[in-house]
């Protein structure tokens, strides 16, 4: 069994950046972890994922080249920063993990509580 726990979310006027934090309990470098998110009104969608070992990457083409996932697997930390932030960035962002080597899959095993973010102009 593994926890996710999220931090990091707050208030950002648009173009700031902040970045989000995803502490793991039990054997972080067994999990692929991604990043989903959840718009008012919305369906969660993924935002990015890494392998195990973060030299796999994938992004949503909505933030690619903005955002940049990443992960310390000696802080059992996986991490999101977030630049040139918009309006529609704003949402809760949810961790993920899967037990796998590879990426996550399309619906993670393993669940955060979500952190919000909200981004103003």
């Known amino acids: 069994q593994v926890q996710l726990e999220e931090s990091g979310g707050g208030p950002v006027q648009v173009g700031g950046s902040l970045k989000l934090s995803c502490t793991v309990s039990?054997?972080?470098?067994?999990?692929?972890m991604g990043w989903w998110r959840q718009g008012s009104g919305s369906e969660r969608e993924f935002v990015a994922s890494?392998?195990?070992?973060?030299?796999?990457?994938e992004y949503a083409r909505s933030v690619k080249g903005r955002f940049t996932v990443s992960r310390d697997n000696a802080k059992n930390t996986l991490y999101l920063q977030m630049n040139k932030l918009k309006p529609e960035d704003t949402a809760v962002y949810y961790c993920?993990?899967?037990?796998?080597?590879?990426?996550?899959?399309?619906?993670?095993?393993?669940w955060g509580q979500g952190t919000h973010v909200a981004v103003s102009s």
């Open positions: 993920a993990a899967d037990r796998s080597i590879g990426l996550v899959s399309s619906n993670p095993h393993y």
């Open positions: 890494l392998n195990w070992n973060g030299d796999d990457t």
């Open positions: 039990g054997r972080f470098s067994d999990y692929a």
